[in-house]
Structures are given as structure tokens and as C-alpha cells.
């Protein structure tokens, strides 16, 4: 089923046939620029406006839409045409905003303590799935600039590599969002790392790492098995020397299993090997992972003693922990369900 978003301009221009050429730009840089719906484009005739919008409908129905206590966070569970659903998390700061999208319906990488991960993997989404979440995200972020996308949310977005680039490219070229402001993320898909490394927009790289050494990156991260440390080291060496994008190494502290001395004395010596940034992340709760995150005092000494090792490392601040929208917590699946509401984030 063909959405909005997944028409490029050869599309549009088809469904345009017999409208003057300048028409297919109007559209466009309505969809793209304004952020607007075909409706709102009235300088497309009325007639045009509505063979667009029954022809190209959104993908994305809402079905909870989430605002943290601050005010600063809004979560999104939205249902696809073939009812299988997926999340999306806007952050808001005092000029700017940042959104977390999804690539998978679920994920297949049976991360253990990762809510999504332990719901299982759906389906993959399509390009335009991929980049309604952001447009959507802008709408309700102004008058704040988006100004950064992460491929963060469900799913691991380089086992869905053909639609999550595609998605890129269009964000980079119609959304104007540079490859420096976008960040996509992997469990260690070192194949994936590889493909990256030859596309032609540098964007940021982000490997959710959580152990340093086989054995626990085995247990925590199983796709390990298939990928060890020295192979995702060396794909991420040459992804640094193809892109000189800075790496950053995402790092879920987890109450004595990855908060020892010797885990960070071996994450530091990989941090440094690699020009690394680590962002240490307090395990956050989920309902199927009974292991507790590393309390505040100890991820404080954890960060302090990488520093100390030569290692460029801070703490990742929590944000929407109270509306599951934080780190490790997507999972589109509610027992609760909120009222949707249309008003803007504070």
C-alpha cells in the first residue's frame, strides 16, 4: 500500500500527469518544507488537493500519544494499515528538537534487557513509514527547529538497510537536514557498517555496545555470536577512516553485570582505540528484565573512572522514563491506553 511519504517526485509527478510541471514542486515543497497535508496546500486547486490525499493517505495512525510530567518528551504509538504498531519520541529543548524514530515493527536481535527487543520482531516499515514519524514530529515541535533525527527507536535500523538509507536520503535532501544531524544506530550489524561506509552521506554512527568483551557481549547483545568485538572493531575502524565521523559507543549500565572496574578498563582501552565518545546509559526498567540499572552514585564513579583511563565519557540524561519513551523502553505494547491529545507540548 503506497502512503504519503513513500512517493519520490517521479511518483508524484505520475499521479500529477496533465497538471502543469511546477505543480509536482508545489506539492513537494508543500510535504517537505511547509510540513504540511495536501488540504493545507491551497495553493494547489481543491480539486488536486483531494486526488492527492485519497490517493497518498498517511501512514500513521495515532493511538496513544504520551507527554512526560516535564513537559520536554512526547511519545507516539501508532497503528500501520495492517495494524501492527510502532513508536516515535520527541524531545524538546528551548530552541530545538530532536526525534527518535523507528525502523522495525519489533526487533529481531533479542537483546534480553531491551523492552522491544524482548516483544519480538513484526515486520520491517517502508521508507515513507520511516519519515512520516519525522514529519510528524516537526509539525508538533514548532516553533522549535528540529534539528536532529536518530535511528534509535524499535527495531535495528541496518537489518532494514535499503528503506532506513532511503529515508536518510530523503530527510537529507527534502527535510534539509545535514548527515552531521543524523545518527543512526546498530547493535553491530557488521555488514550494515560496512555498506555505510560507502554511501555517500557522512552521517553519525552509533553502536550500542554494552559489554566489551565476547563472553558478556554474547549474553547481553547476541548477535555478537554472529559478529565478535574484533570484527565490529575493525568495520568501525574503517567506517572512521571513510567518513571521519566522530563514533560513540551506547552503553546501558546494568547493576553488576557491565558497571565493574574491569569492564571499564576494557571499554576504555576499546573507546580509545577507536577515537570513541561513550554514553553511559542507567538501565532503564523494563517489564520483562528483572536486573536492576547501576545506581546514580555508581554510573557517577563508572563515567569518572573512564575519564581517568583516557576515555571520553558522559551520562546520558534520562528523559521520559515515566511514559516509557527513554532508552530500551519502546515496546508497542499497552495495557494502558491515554487519550489522544492534540495539544502542543509544552
Not at 555488514?191 to 550500542?208: D, F, H, K, Q
Not at 555470536?225 to 574484533?230: H, I, S, V
Amino acid at each position: 500500500m503506497a502512503t504519503r511519504y513513500d512517493a519520490d517526485r517521479s511518483e508524484l509527478a505520475e499521479l500529477l500527469a496533465g497538471e502543469p510541471r511546477y505543480r509536482v514542486d508545489q506539492l513537494w515543497r508543500g510535504l517537505y518544507e511547509r510540513l504540511a497535508s495536501p488540504e493545507e496546500l491551497t495553493d494547489l486547486p481543491r480539486g488536486l488537493r483531494d486526488r492527492v490525499g485519497e490517493a497518498l493517505p498517511e501512514a500513521l495512525r495515532a493511538v496513544v500519544d504520551s507527554t512526560s510530567r516535564s513537559g520536554d518528551t512526547r511519545k507516539w504509538l501508532w497503528e500501520l494499515h495492517d495494524g501492527v504498531r510502532v513508536e516515535t519520541v520527541l524531545m524538546l529543548y528551548p530552541e530545538r528538537a530532536t526525534v527518535c524514530v523507528s525502523t522495525q515493527a519489533g526487533c529481531a536481535m533479542a537483546c534480553g534487557f531491551c523492552a522491544t527487543g524482548q516483544g519480538g520482531f513484526e515486520r520491517q516499515l517502508t521508507t515513507g513509514e520511516i519519515v512520516e514519524q519525522v514529519v510528524r514530529a516537526a509539525r508538533h515541535a514548532r516553533p522549535r527547529r528540529l534539528s536532529n533525527v536518530v535511528f534509535m527507536g524499535m527495531g535495528e535500523p541496518l537489518a532494514n538497510y535499503d528503506r532506513t538509507w532511503a529515508a536518510v536520503e530523503r530527510l537529507h535532501g527534502a527535510l534539509g537536514l545535514s548527515a552531521r544531524h543524523l545518527t543512526l544506530s546498530t547493535v553491530g550489524i557488521v555488514p550494515g557498517i560496512r555498506r555505510l561506509a560507502t554511501e555517500a552521506l557522512p552521517v553519525n554512527l552509533a553502536v550500542s555496545l554494552h559489554a566489551a568483551d565476547d563472553e558478556l557481549r554474547d549474553e547481553l547483545v547476541p548477535i555478537n555470536r554472529r559478529y565478535p568485538l574484533a570484527e565490529l572493531e575493525a568495520a568501525c575502524r574503517d567506517y572512521l577512516a571513510a567518513k571521519n565521523r566522530r563514533l560513540s559507543f551506547e552503553w546501558a549500565l546494568i547493576d553488576g553485570v557491565n558497571d565493574r572496574a574491569g569492564d571499564a578498563e576494557r571499554l576504555a582501552a576499546l573507546a580509545r582505540r577507536l577515537r570513541a565518545h561513550v554514553n553511559l546509559i542507567p538501565l532503564n526498567p523494563t517489564a520483562g528484565y528483572a536486573t536492576r540499572g547501576t545506581p546514580a552514585a555508581r554510573v557517577g564513579a563508572f563515567r569518572d573512572l573512564l575519564r581517568s583511563l583516557g576515555a571520553n565519557a558522559t551520562v546520558r540524561q534520562n528523559r521520559g522514563t515515566d511514559i516509557d519513551a527513554a532508552c530500551g523502553q519502546l515496546r508497542a505494547d499497552h495495557e494502558a491506553r491515554v487519550e489522544i491529545s492534540d495539544r502542543p507540548p509544552r
